[in-house]
């Protein structure tokens, strides 16, 4: 079974820097392939960034590339998406992500296991 709990969110002004974590209280922590998805009051859901079943591939969206960094811990069943840069439009609830399977897919529907959110919050 799959558990994802989320933390680390908060407020900071812009320029500022986050690290969100994602603990997964399961036994098949290498075996998932893991994301960050984040949705903004009145829009849809988006991807941020995802990692692969063994780490082999990762992803960004352009719009945190070269600012945000996606890793994971296997010796603490834990993901981490350290943020930097922070600007006002990161703004949002961001959620953890998991699906069995090794495609790092960016789309939220291919992916089984959701935490239930954290806030961060950006002020200019």
């Known amino acids: 079974q799959v558990v994802l709990v989320e933390s680390g969110g908060g407020s900071v002004q812009a320029g500022g820097s986050l690290r969100l974590s994602c603990a997964d209280s399961?036994?098949?922590?290498?075996?998932?392939?893991m994301g960050w998805f984040r949705q903004a009051p009145g829009k849809e859901r988006e991807f941020v960034a995802v990692?692969?079943?063994?780490?082999?591939?990762?992803y960004y969206a352009d719009s945190v590339k070269g600012r945000f960094t996606i890793s994971r811990d296997a010796t603490k069943n834990t993901m981490y998406l350290q943020m930097n840069s922070l600007k006002p439009e990161d703004t949002a609830v961001y959620y953890c992500?998991?699906?069995?399977?090794?495609?790092?897919?960016?789309?939220?529907?291919?992916?089984?296991?959701w935490g239930q959110g954290t806030q961060v919050t950006v002020s200019s």
């Open positions: 992500a998991a699906r069995t399977n090794w495609e790092p897919t960016t789309t939220p529907g291919s992916y089984d296991h």
């Open positions: 399961g036994r098949t922590f290498s075996r998932l392939t």
């Open positions: 990692i692969s079943w063994s780490d082999v591939n990762i």
